[in-house]
Protein backbone atom coordinates (compact mmCIF):
# COMPACT_ATOMS: atom_id res chain seq x y z
CA UNK A 1 0.00 0.00 0.00
CA UNK A 2 1.40 3.24 -1.08
CA UNK A 3 0.75 6.23 0.56
CA UNK A 4 1.74 8.71 -1.71
CA UNK A 5 -0.84 10.88 -3.26
CA UNK A 6 -0.70 10.50 -6.66
CA UNK A 7 -1.22 6.60 -6.13
CA UNK A 8 -3.95 7.49 -4.03
CA UNK A 9 -5.55 9.16 -6.67
CA UNK A 10 -5.03 6.49 -8.87
CA UNK A 11 -6.33 3.64 -7.23
CA UNK A 12 -9.67 2.33 -8.35
CA UNK A 13 -12.17 2.30 -5.09
CA UNK A 14 -12.42 -1.18 -4.00
CA UNK A 15 -15.96 -0.92 -2.46
CA UNK A 16 -18.83 0.29 -4.19
CA UNK A 17 -20.60 3.34 -2.63
CA UNK A 18 -23.76 2.40 -0.70
CA UNK A 19 -27.77 4.15 -1.54
CA UNK A 20 -28.54 6.98 0.59
CA UNK A 21 -31.31 6.95 2.71
CA UNK A 22 -34.37 9.05 1.37
CA UNK A 23 -34.79 12.22 2.69
CA UNK A 24 -38.40 11.41 3.85
CA UNK A 25 -37.07 8.41 6.15
CA UNK A 26 -34.83 11.26 8.13
CA UNK A 27 -37.82 13.68 8.47
CA UNK A 28 -40.26 10.50 9.94
CA UNK A 29 -37.08 9.42 12.37
CA UNK A 30 -36.72 12.95 13.78
CA UNK A 31 -40.54 12.78 14.13
CA UNK A 32 -40.47 9.39 15.99
CA UNK A 33 -37.85 10.63 18.00
CA UNK A 34 -39.69 13.47 19.34
CA UNK A 35 -42.72 11.42 20.03
CA UNK A 36 -40.67 9.40 21.90
CA UNK A 37 -39.24 12.05 23.93
CA UNK A 38 -43.11 13.74 24.56
CA UNK A 39 -44.55 10.39 26.07
CA UNK A 40 -40.96 9.38 28.30
CA UNK A 41 -40.39 12.99 29.26
CA UNK A 42 -42.47 15.94 28.71
CA UNK A 43 -45.87 14.15 29.39
CA UNK A 44 -44.92 12.73 32.99
CA UNK A 45 -43.50 15.98 34.02
CA UNK A 46 -46.72 17.70 33.19
CA UNK A 47 -48.43 15.01 34.92
CA UNK A 48 -46.42 15.51 38.15
CA UNK A 49 -46.20 19.17 37.74
CA UNK A 50 -50.28 19.00 37.95
CA UNK A 51 -50.94 16.86 40.89
CA UNK A 52 -48.22 18.79 42.84
CA UNK A 53 -50.30 22.24 42.12
CA UNK A 54 -53.34 19.92 42.93
CA UNK A 55 -51.69 19.08 46.36
CA UNK A 56 -50.75 22.61 47.13
CA UNK A 57 -54.08 24.19 46.18
CA UNK A 58 -55.75 21.57 48.71
CA UNK A 59 -53.54 22.60 52.08
CA UNK A 60 -55.62 23.76 55.17
CA UNK A 61 -55.02 24.63 58.13
CA UNK A 62 -53.50 22.08 60.69
CA UNK A 63 -51.99 19.77 57.84
CA UNK A 64 -48.83 18.55 58.56
CA UNK A 65 -46.50 18.28 55.76
CA UNK A 66 -42.45 18.18 54.56
CA UNK A 67 -41.20 21.19 52.81
CA UNK A 68 -39.02 20.34 49.99
CA UNK A 69 -35.84 21.31 52.27
CA UNK A 70 -36.81 18.25 54.68
CA UNK A 71 -38.35 20.09 56.95
CA UNK A 72 -41.68 18.75 58.94
CA UNK A 73 -44.33 21.35 60.29
CA UNK A 74 -47.58 22.21 60.60
CA UNK A 75 -49.95 24.38 58.43
CA UNK A 76 -50.76 27.66 60.52
CA UNK A 77 -52.53 30.15 57.83
CA UNK A 78 -52.52 30.03 53.89
CA UNK A 79 -51.92 33.15 51.61
CA UNK A 80 -52.37 33.23 48.09
CA UNK A 81 -48.93 33.01 47.96
CA UNK A 82 -47.20 32.20 51.16
CA UNK A 83 -47.97 29.65 53.71
CA UNK A 84 -47.23 29.92 57.66
CA UNK A 85 -46.02 26.80 59.80
CA UNK A 86 -45.32 26.23 62.72
CA UNK A 87 -41.61 23.93 63.25
CA UNK A 88 -42.25 23.80 67.64
CA UNK A 89 -44.07 25.48 70.00
CA UNK A 90 -43.28 29.21 69.18
CA UNK A 91 -41.52 28.71 66.07
CA UNK A 92 -43.43 29.93 62.94
CA UNK A 93 -42.07 30.82 59.73
CA UNK A 94 -43.04 31.47 56.02
CA UNK A 95 -42.87 29.60 53.05
CA UNK A 96 -43.68 30.09 49.35
CA UNK A 97 -46.74 27.30 48.26
CA UNK A 98 -44.36 25.44 45.98
CA UNK A 99 -42.10 24.16 48.41
CA UNK A 100 -44.44 21.57 50.18
CA UNK A 101 -43.51 18.58 48.71
CA UNK A 102 -45.79 15.63 50.72
CA UNK A 103 -49.04 16.24 52.99
CA UNK A 104 -48.34 13.57 55.86
CA UNK A 105 -51.11 11.92 57.67
CA UNK A 106 -52.55 13.62 60.76
CA UNK A 107 -50.13 12.84 63.78
CA UNK A 108 -47.49 12.09 62.17
CA UNK A 109 -45.51 14.98 63.79
CA UNK A 110 -46.70 13.94 67.30
CA UNK A 111 -45.02 10.18 66.26
CA UNK A 112 -41.82 11.22 66.34
Do not use: C, W
Not at 60 to 69: A, F, L, P, R, W
Amino acid sequence: MSFFISDAMAAAPTTTQAAQPDGTFSLIMIVVIFVLFYFMLIRPQNKRAKEHREMVNQLKKGDEIVTSGGILAKVVSIDEQYIKVALAEGVEINLQRGAVSTILPKGTIKSL
